[in-house]
């Protein structure tokens, strides 16, 4: 046969089955490599499994459900018993004693670059998430203030700390709204379709961690866009603008929790803006939480970025999301959605290269001065392969720290049966 024939029909099918390779979902060893949780455990007794979702310490009260509809914010106190915030705390324990290359790769992209840590996908990765999502009150919580038949599980689920050592600078997130990273919006301006749930595990003060919010309801967005102050997504050029022009506007709309006690939960929608800037978390890390989940009106949309999120698969767009991407945790789960989380390699490819675009916004316009502390944070976190976990059983006692390369990670994942 020419080879003129020849070369484009190899071409053709070559470029055919790499793309059905692509929809294919990843084999269960590319699973166990890049997500499994080895040695993951159980934080949640049997009997309390078996009687579903718990109530949270106290009802919801109208006041409260009717200032999250209106400011896309509330701070709700006294909501969760110790045991609860104890098993949280498990959650968290799980997720960074048992770290997935996932976890250290969002942690140098997303996390290390003001000095924090970060591990998602908590629900499907973890035993212990498992539970949580099938019997923790945050579920209970999510549903009542969504008003919601059906809640489902909305990345990103992270567990946080802040590994700051004294005269280290942390940077700061600044201000911004994480609608830009998830890949959804709402079906109706007036009703929320996520709820994120961001909840201290060990007391902390604003001389360590700081975490604030502005208020997001109607007015309070139109001040801001009138004076074109709007929050989107990371951008430390709106960001410093804010701070600049708008300092009489923060004062105004700001939601500002002081202190952080664990029980209490700070609530905010995809929508709201906030920020989080380490200041000294070498006491006690500042463990947190974000448990994210999404309501009735919430439906996909492929316009944002992936952000390391690799969860775009089996959706359509302008239907409510569904699947193991997001699985279903009210009014129960639905098992063939808790199999091995096994996005596709082509969601996976997306993923990395959609992450690495919108890792690059946040410094357009801002000052190579500005932006240098940043990327060297996450370098030095590269170089010295730094994993950092927290330790809540001596509250004062700061992090331990482990060497962990996302290289020697993914390999060892590898080469371990
Ligand atoms: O560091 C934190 O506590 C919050 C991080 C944050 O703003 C985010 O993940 O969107």
Known sequence: MKLNIVIPFVGLASAGLFHLILKQPISLRLHNVIFRRRGSQS???????????????????????LAFGRDRSVILRDVLSEEWVERLQLLMLDAYQHPNFWDVLYSRMVGNFYSAQKSVLLHQTSICGKEIAQSSPTVTIAQQLLDAKEVRSCEP?????????????????GWHTDQKYMPVRRTRSDRAHVVRLWIPL???????????????????RNEREERALSVGGSDYFMHNKLIQQGADIIDKHLVRPMNYRPGDIIVFTGDAPHLAQGINCSRNSCPRLILSYSGDHAEFTDQHFRAYLPINDNQTV????????????????IPWEW??????????????????KAGTKP????????????LGRVYSAFRLGMWAVPNMAQENDGPAFEKLSLWRHFVSNIVKP
Do not use: W
């Open 157 to 173: 689920n992270i567990a946080l700390m802040n590994y700051g050592q004294p005269g280290n600078t942390s940077g700061t997130t």
């Open 363 to 374: 410094f357009a316009r801002v000052s190579i001065t500005e932006t240098l502390p940043y």
């Open 339 to 356: 199999a091995p989380f096994r996005p596709t390699y082509g969601e996976i490819i997306a993923t990395l290269i959609d992450g690495a």
């Open 318 to 333: 302008g239907s409510n999301v569904q699947g193991s991407q997001f699985p279903r945790v009210y009014p129960s789960l």
């Open 43 to 65: 934080c949640v007794p049997g009997e309390i499994l078996r009687q579903g979702h718990a109530q949270p310490l106290r009802p919801i009260s109208d006041e409260e459900k």
């Open 202 to 220: 060990l007391p902390f003060t604003e001389n360590e961690l700081i975490f604030q919010m502005l208020n997001d309801s109607h007015a309070a």
